[in-house]
Nanobody
Framework: VQLQASGGGLVQAGDSLRLSCVAS????????MGWFCQAPGKEREFVAS????????LYADSVKGRFTISRDNSKNTMFLQMNDLKAEDTAVYYC??????????????????WGQGTQVTVSS
């Protein structure tokens, strides 16, 4: 599986962004997908995960109520709607996929496919 993330940019605090992740291949719906972020000097952190059908989601506490993960299996695409952005959301955002589990997961090690990342910068 090859993943291509896009949609990042420079916004002000309180603004919204929608990230997209397009996957190659014909088995997209069998993969649990996730979003992670990495700020300068920090570890890559879990943001959100979604099951293959899209029926189950999991969020980091820091983004609950502000971010929404979704997917369109007919278009091999996953999304992250980011609302009420804060300066601390500034990071490179990576999409990831795993076929090793059928359940949403926050474990970085569970994901075996990664996109190239898209920069999100939030000015305060």
């Amino acid at each position: 599986v090859q993943l291509q993330a896009s949609g990042g940019g420079l916004v002000q605090a309180g603004d919204s962004l929608r990230l997209s992740c397009v996957a190659s291949g014909r088995t997209f719906s069998t993969y649990v997908m996730g979003w992670f972020c990495q700020a300068p000097g920090k570890e890559r952190e879990f943001v959100a995960s979604i099951s293959g059908s899209g029926g189950f989601t999991l969020y980091a506490d820091s983004v609950k109520g502000r971010f929404t993960i979704s997917r369109d299996n007919s278009k091999n695409t996953m999304f992250l709607q980011m609302n009420d952005l804060k300066a601390e959301d500034t990071a490179v955002y990576y999409c990831a996929a795993t076929g090793a589990t059928a359940y949403t997961t926050s474990r970085r090690a569970a994901y075996n496919y990664w996109g190239q990342g898209t920069q999100v910068t939030v000015s305060s």
